[in-house]
């Protein structure tokens, strides 16, 4: 079984990742992309996800782990694997504000597209591929919600906890999320 983390960039991917971490299972993480003003403690990303549309054999690493994959990336997942998926939402208007804030630190001219744009584009991506992981029988996820984490980290570290197994230390899982850092607010 492997496990996943997915959802837009600046979803709380990366949050996730870290009660995961926290709470008892091992992340498949290079490490590469280091911690920066956007996201001070870090990605927990794994360099080789970039190539799953063109080489998804690395896949096999992740098993018996958890490992980090944008929701564009998901329709690139092999068959002949069982995944779970924890597909983090966010208020879309927060999506696109960080999203554009974490550009405008990088110095890139992205962050002036037009926030509408991104918008229809972001929530296309999602719609299709929460739509591929529901009709994948080889596929189990369930949604969670990074302002819900932000708000009451213990509810949704129960339920991520119930979903894998009941396996990991649910307290050690909350006590991660930082209030602090829920920066970007619509």
């Given at each position: ?7 837009l ?13 926290k709470?008892?299972?091992?992340v498949?993480?290079d ?7 956007n996201n ?8 080789k996800v ?6 998804p ?15 564009q990336?998901?329709?690139f ?8 998926i924890l ?9 696109i ?12 001219t ?6 509408a ?10 719609d ?26 213990a509810p ?14 649910v307290?050690?899982m909350?006590?991660?999320?930082d ?6 607010r619509?």
């Amino acid at each position: 079984m492997i496990t996943i983390v997915s959802g837009l960039p600046r979803s709380g991917t990366s949050l996730m990742m870290q009660m995961l971490e926290k709470g008892g299972m091992e992340v498949l993480s290079d490490q590469i992309r280091k911690p920066d003003e956007n996201n001070v403690r870090g990605y927990n990303e794994y360099e080789k996800v970039r190539s799953l549309p063109k080489d998804p054999s690395w896949i096999i690493e992740a098993e018996g782990k958890v490992v980090k994959i944008i929701a564009q990336l998901l329709f690139f997942l092999p068959r002949k694997f069982e995944y779970r998926i924890l597909f983090m939402e966010r208020n879309m208007d927060e999506i696109i504000e960080s999203q554009s804030k974490m550009l405008q630190n990088l110095g890139t001219t992205g962050a002036k597209l037009d926030p509408a744009i991104l918008i229809q584009t972001f929530q296309k991506q999602m719609d299709q591929a929460k739509a591929i992981i529901t009709q994948a029988a080889n596929i189990e996820w369930i949604p969670i919600s990074y302002n819900e984490i932000l708000t009451d980290p213990a509810p949704t570290a129960e339920k991520v906890n119930v979903f894998l197994g009941n396996s990991l230390i649910v307290q050690d899982m909350a006590s991660v999320v930082d209030a602090t850092l829920y920066r970007t607010r619509c």
